[in-house]
């Protein structure tokens, strides 16, 4: 059957077919998985302008052509090869103002873009609070100035985080009270010089562990006001994780939350965490994240618009009753680990939780500091390059810079995600599945090891024997 015979309210990839989408964060980890996703699974799609700017010396289209070698485009490679020309690089920098886009790309963005997912976001939780309002707030701000003249937009998706607003206990799919002024955020970041800024940045974050937070709270109070006349939806993934089976499972490309922890305790390098080990930590696997997205569009561009209406929120989070605790995740890192050891560990996994500040800071000088000393002392004699104390004051860091969102504990309001899963065409189902009820974990958290084995650290899992005989040792 012809797929424009299709009625698209009943087939996710007829909605698609002929749209033009725009994507901010392309080259970040949740944006290299949407674009894999669409181009293999509604391969109809007219194309996606991707903004991009130069990095490390390398032009636009060699960063491009670098990322779709990756691994995870094989698949893609393999069922719709042509499809990698819908791939249109836009230049720009979302920390430039108005995107830093020249007038002909914007005249062309709002010719032919239908779709807008802003997706781009500085993640560094030590941001300076000027970067991170004018990357975060100010630069989705310029997003819905750009959808505002684009001609025939049928949805703008902003990508936020569930922990936006994290003085409640319980956070619910609602717009909550602006914390600040957008506007007035802007024009300080944009007038203030940076150190003077950095003076006022406890009193401006209140209540908020970083920046990153604040200004992503921000972002979404623009969102909520543009709604009025655009057609926006909020998604609000929790902590994003290794893909739980598409394209590959266990799919991950960067180090940052969980994934850090897991290399260090893996790697004998985090001995002691300052934590409360009854927390339970909300993960989402990075496919249920991209499949919400393609849903959420398929719902905004099916429902007519109407001035005045309310922005549409969902929170993209693991069921509350599915949740571990850090000490039962950890537990099965461990058994896991004990059969899929990683390469060169310098310490047999196992880990000591403390909500104890005192204790914290003495076993940490204890079991990081002073190892790694005398480690890097070994080093230094035998000729390499000392950098154990390097890594371990990452680690500590790192340790505080996760300190509230591993002390505390939430709960997330999941209605939407639930009728979005019923609205789900039947023929759609599996291949755009947000259902996490039936996840076995302990085989995700296997995958996990795994994946971070292959895709971060190289390591050939034929040479399993050699790693554990190593960990033995």
């Given at each position: 059957m012809d797929n424009n015979s299709i009625d698209p309210a009943k087939s996710i990839p007829t909605f698609y077919a002929g749209q033009s989408i725009f994507l901010t964060g392309a080259t970040g980890f949740l944006g290299k998985v949407f674009i894999e996703k669409i181009l293999r699974t509604c391969p109809d799609i007219r194309e996606i302008f991707i903004l991009m700017?130069?990095?490390?010396?390398?032009?636009?289209?060699?960063?491009?052509?670098?990322?779709?070698?990756?691994?995870?485009?094989?698949?893609?490679?393999?069922?719709?090869?042509?499809?990698?020309?819908?791939?249109?690089?836009?230049?720009?920098?979302t920390s430039q103002e108005n995107l830093g886009l020249s007038a002909v790309d914007?005249?062309?963005?709002?010719?032919?873009?239908?779709?807008?997912?802003?997706?781009?976001?500085?993640?560094?939780?030590?941001?300076?609070?000027?970067?991170?309002?004018?990357?975060?707030?100010?630069?989705?701000?310029?997003?819905?100035i750009l959808a505002e003249s684009t001609k025939n937009l049928i949805a703008l998706v902003y990508i936020s985080t569930a922990y936006a607003h994290l003085d409640n206990p319980f956070l619910e799919e609602k717009v909550y009270p602006p914390i600040a002024d957008w506007r007035e955020m802007i024009k300080v970041a944009e007038s203030l010089d940076e150190h003077i800024l950095n003076v006022f940045t406890a009193k401006c974050l209140d209540n908020f562990p970083n920046t990153y937070i604040f200004s992503k709270n921000l972002a979404e109070s623009v969102i909520q006001e543009y709604s009025s006349s655009l057609p926006c939806a909020i998604v609000r993934p929790s902590i994003v994780t290794s893909s739980l089976k598409d394209p590959i499972p266990g799919w991950i490309d960067n180090f940052n939350g969980p994934i850090g922890l897991m290399y260090l305790v893996g790697k004998g390098l985090l001995r002691v965490i300052y934590a409360n080990k009854h927390s339970s930590q909300n993960y989402i696997p990075v496919d249920t994240v991209i499949n919400t997205i393609i849903l959420v569009i398929?719902?905004?561009?099916?429902?007519?618009?109407?001035?005045?209406?309310?922005?549409?929120?969902?929170?993209?989070?693991?069921?509350d009753e599915k949740c571990i605790s850090f000490e039962e995740c950890c537990s099965n890192e461990f058994k896991i680990m004990k059969k899929i050891p990683f390469e060169r560990i310098l310490w047999t996994p196992g880990t000591l939780y403390t909500e104890s500040v005192t204790m914290y800071y003495v076993l940490?000088?204890?079991?990081?500091?002073?190892?790694?000393?005398?480690?890097?002392?070994?080093?230094?004699?035998?000729?390499?390059?000392?950098?154990?104390?390097?890594?371990?004051?990452?680690?500590?860091?790192?340790?505080?810079?996760?300190?509230?969102?591993?002390?505390?504990?939430?709960?997330?309001?999941?209605?939407?995600?639930?009728?979005?899963?019923?609205?789900?065409?039947?023929?759609?189902?599996?291949?755009?599945?947000?259902?996490?009820?039936?996840?076995?974990?302990?085989?995700?958290?296997?995958?996990?090891?795994?994946?971070?084995?292959?895709?971060?650290?190289?390591?050939?899992?034929?040479?399993?024997?050699?790693a554990k005989a190593h960990r033995k040792k």
């Amino acid at each position: 059957m012809d797929n424009n015979s299709i009625d698209p309210a009943k087939s996710i990839p007829t909605f698609y077919a002929g749209q033009s989408i725009f994507l901010t964060g392309a080259t970040g980890f949740l944006g290299k998985v949407f674009i894999e996703k669409i181009l293999r699974t509604c391969p109809d799609i007219r194309e996606i302008f991707i903004l991009m700017r130069p990095k490390k010396g390398l032009g636009l289209n060699e960063r491009l052509e670098k990322m779709l070698n990756l691994p995870l485009y094989d698949k893609l490679r393999e069922e719709q090869p042509k499809n990698f020309k819908k791939l249109i690089v836009v230049s720009g920098d979302t920390s430039q103002e108005n995107l830093g886009l020249s007038a002909v790309d914007r005249q062309m963005l709002t010719e032919r873009v239908t779709i807008i997912i802003h997706n781009a976001a500085s993640v560094k939780f030590n941001d300076s609070l000027k970067y991170a309002i004018l990357t975060n707030t100010r630069s989705t701000r310029d997003i819905c100035i750009l959808a505002e003249s684009t001609k025939n937009l049928i949805a703008l998706v902003y990508i936020s985080t569930a922990y936006a607003h994290l003085d409640n206990p319980f956070l619910e799919e609602k717009v909550y009270p602006p914390i600040a002024d957008w506007r007035e955020m802007i024009k300080v970041a944009e007038s203030l010089d940076e150190h003077i800024l950095n003076v006022f940045t406890a009193k401006c974050l209140d209540n908020f562990p970083n920046t990153y937070i604040f200004s992503k709270n921000l972002a979404e109070s623009v969102i909520q006001e543009y709604s009025s006349s655009l057609p926006c939806a909020i998604v609000r993934p929790s902590i994003v994780t290794s893909s739980l089976k598409d394209p590959i499972p266990g799919w991950i490309d960067n180090f940052n939350g969980p994934i850090g922890l897991m290399y260090l305790v893996g790697k004998g390098l985090l001995r002691v965490i300052y934590a409360n080990k009854h927390s339970s930590q909300n993960y989402i696997p990075v496919d249920t994240v991209i499949n919400t997205i393609i849903l959420v569009i398929w719902k905004l561009g099916l429902t007519t618009f109407i001035p005045e209406s309310t922005c549409f929120i969902i929170n993209c989070t693991f069921p509350d009753e599915k949740c571990i605790s850090f000490e039962e995740c950890c537990s099965n890192e461990f058994k896991i680990m004990k059969k899929i050891p990683f390469e060169r560990i310098l310490w047999t996994p196992g880990t000591l939780y403390t909500e104890s500040v005192t204790m914290y800071y003495v076993l940490a000088i204890l079991w990081h500091i002073l190892p790694a000393k005398i480690i890097d002392l070994i080093l230094k004699f035998l000729g390499y390059q000392p950098m154990i104390l390097e890594v371990q004051r990452k680690v500590y860091v790192t340790g505080r810079a996760l300190q509230h969102f591993v002390c505390n504990k939430w709960k997330f309001d999941n209605t939407n995600s639930q009728d979005l899963m019923s609205l789900t065409p039947s023929d759609n189902q599996e291949m755009f599945s947000i259902d996490l009820s039936d996840v076995d974990m302990i085989k995700y958290i296997r995958n996990v090891v795994i994946g971070i084995k292959i895709y971060l650290f190289h390591e050939d899992m034929n040479r399993l024997n050699a790693a554990k005989a190593h960990r033995k040792k």
